[in-house]
C-alpha cells in the first residue's frame, strides 16, 4: 500500500454537471499530481500542485481546476463534464517536484452519462 | 512524434522465458526515467526507476541509452504473475507516461 488515498472510488454524473475528486498524498510527500487516463490509454497528467501552488499544467481545458491544502492532501474540479470525461482519475504523490518517485493512488473511475 | 512511444503489444510469452520492452522518448533534455506496471482496472505501481548506469531489480534490468534517447526492461525468468501492462515514464519538467506494453505471461 503507497498510503495516498482518493475518494471517492466511482462516480457517475450527468453532461454539464460538475465533480470533486478528493487525494490525501503519503505522510512526508508535499506535492500532488493529477492524471486521467482514459480505457486502453496510459496516464495523461492534468496537474501538478507543490506546497500548495499549482507547479505545471498538461493540456487539458480550464475547466479542468485544483487545490492543495496546507496538510498537501489535494481536491481535482471539473466543470461543465462532458461525455469525453469519461476516465480513470488519478492521484500520485511524490517527495517533490520533478525526478522524483510517485506514488498513486487507487483512483476515482469517474462515468460520464 | 509522440514524446514517449511503447509498442503495445501483447507480448505473449511462455514462462521461464526472457523478454525486453523498449520505450523512445523525444526529448533530448530528460532527466528522470521509470517503469511503473500496471494491473487490468488498478493504479500504476512503481517497478523500479532508471539510472544512466544501468540497474538491476531481481529479475528485473533497466536500461537507459541517452545517445539514442530510449530506456529498455529486461524481464528475466517470466512468472504467470508477471502479467501486466509496463508503462513507460519519462520526466522533464513534467512526466509524460507512454501507452503501456501489454505483457502475458503463459502457463
Known amino acids: 500500500e503507497t498510503g495516498v488515498t482518493q475518494s471517492p472510488t466511482h462516480l457517475i454524473k450527468t453532461r454539464g454537471q460538475q465533480v470533486t475528486l478528493r487525494c490525501s498524498s503519503q505522510?512526508?510527500?508535499?506535492?500532488v499530481s493529477w492524471y486521467q487516463q482514459a480505457l486502453g490509454q496510459g496516464p495523461q497528467f492534468i496537474f501538478q500542485?507543490?506546497?500548495?501552488?499549482?507547479?505545471g499544467r498538461g493540456n487539458f481545458p480550464p475547466r479542468f481546476s485544483g487545490l492543495q491544502f496546507p496538510n498537501y492532501s489535494s481536491e481535482l474540479n471539473v466543470n461543465a463534464l462532458e461525455l469525453d470525461d469519461s476516465a480513470l482519475y488519478l492521484c500520485?504523490?511524490?517527495?517533490?517536484?520533478?525526478?522524483?518517485?510517485?506514488?498513486f493512488g487507487p483512483g476515482t473511475r469517474l462515468t460520464v452519462t | 512524434r509522440k514524446e514517449v512511444e511503447q509498442d503495445p503489444g501483447p507480448f505473449k510469452v511462455p514462462e521461464g522465458a526472457t523478454v525486453a520492452f523498449n520505450c523512445t522518448y523525444s526529448?533530448?533534455?530528460?532527466?528522470?526515467f521509470f517503469w511503473y506496471r500496471q494491473d487490468c482496472r488498478k493504479e500504476p505501481k512503481l517497478l523500479m526507476s532508471?539510472?544512466?548506469s544501468g540497474n538491476e531489480d531481481g529479475r528485473f534490468t533497466a536500461q537507459l541509452n541517452r545517445a539514442s534517447q530510449y530506456i529498455s526492461l529486461l524481464i528475466r525468468d517470466s512468472k504467470l504473475s508477471d502479467s501486466a501492462t509496463y508503462l513507460c515514464?519519462?520526466?522533464?519538467?513534467?512526466?509524460?507516461f507512454g501507452i503501456g506494453t501489454k505483457l502475458q505471461v503463459i502457463p
Open positions: 505522510s512526508g510527500h508535499n506535492t
Open positions: 515514464v519519462v520526466g522533464y519538467q513534467k512526466v509524460t
Open positions: 532508471v539510472y544512466s
Open positions: 500520485a504523490s511524490s517527495l517533490g517536484q520533478t525526478g522524483y518517485e510517485q506514488y
Open positions: 500542485y507543490y506546497r500548495e501552488e499549482e507547479n
Open positions: 526529448n533530448s533534455a530528460s532527466q528522470s
